[in-house]
T-cell receptor
Framework: DAGITQSPRHKVTETGTPVTLRCHQT?????MYWYRQDPGHGLRLIHY???????DKGEVSDGYSVSRSKTEDFLLTLESATSSQTSVYFC?????????????FGSGTRLTVV | GIQVEQSPPDLILQEGANSTLRCNFS?????LQWFHQNPWGQLINLFY???GTKQNGRLSATTVATERYSLLYISSSQTTDSGVYFC?????????????FGKGTKLSVKP
């Protein structure tokens, strides 16, 4: 979607290697989110950020870390990738956290861990 | 935590037909959104609708917060409406960041 880009779009990596996914926004929105989408589970929140250097865990945060050093960038790192982390990863942004607005999602990153 | 149930799980329509998708949630919400995921995987925000009714072209949505459900109406369906429709909510007592998604309704519109 315009204003939010994810990179890379596709990645294949080996078990045990570190992987970093990038989310970049040009909307100057305060809130950024990382979700994963898996068959049978829908979309689940991994981590989110409510400002520069302000992050918090979601419901499936184990094995993942995040960083946000600039408003526009939110990085998701798999410290040591496992096959269970094979998934499609989506980044989202919103201007407000609760009431007031909807989320805008990026195009997704398909990650395969072999 | 808050539970979100969508029905039906699958729906097949002939082009031109109308449909209603339902989202039930288990607790009070301050944020409810409908999304369409197209066959290429892109998630598009359709409505932000924690209460009331909104319309956008052939699509409209109604949320009855007191009865804890939301409906998405698609009129005169087109093949481009195919994909998965997700309802997502954030409970009033929930974590700041956590928008909880239902499992979706998969819609197939046949020409």
């Amino acid at each position: 979607d315009a204003g939010i880009t994810q990179s890379p779009r596709h990645k294949v990596t080996e078990t045990g290697t570190p992987v970093t996914l990038r989310c970049h926004q040009t909307e100057n929105h305060r809130y950024m989110y990382w979700y994963r989408q898996d068959p049978g589970h829908g979309l689940r929140l991994i981590h989110y950020s409510y400002g520069v250097k302000d992050t918090d865990k979601g419901e499936v945060s184990d094995g993942y870390s995040v960083s946000r050093s600039k408003t526009e960038d939110f990085l998701l790192t798999l410290e040591s990738a496992t096959s269970s982390q094979t998934s499609v990863y989506f980044c989202a942004i919103s201007e407000y956290s609760g009431t007031g607005n909807g989320y805008t999602f990026g195009s997704g990153t398909r990650l395969t861990v072999v | 935590g808050i539970q979100v149930e969508q029905s039906p799980p699958d729906l097949i329509l002939q082009e031109g037909a109308n449909s209603t998708l339902r989202c039930n949630f288990s607790d009070s919400v301050n944020n409810l959104q409908w999304f369409h995921q197209n066959p290429w995987g892109q998630l598009i925000n359709l409505f932000y609708i924690p209460s009331g009714t909104k319309q956008n072209g052939r699509l409209s949505a109604t949320t009855v917060a007191t009865e804890r459900y939301s409906l998405l109406y698609i009129s005169s369906s087109q093949t481009t409406d195919s994909g998965v429709y997700f309802c997502a909510v954030k409970g009033k007592g929930g974590s700041q960041g956590n928008l909880i998604f239902g499992k979706g309704t998969k819609l197939s519109v046949k020409p």
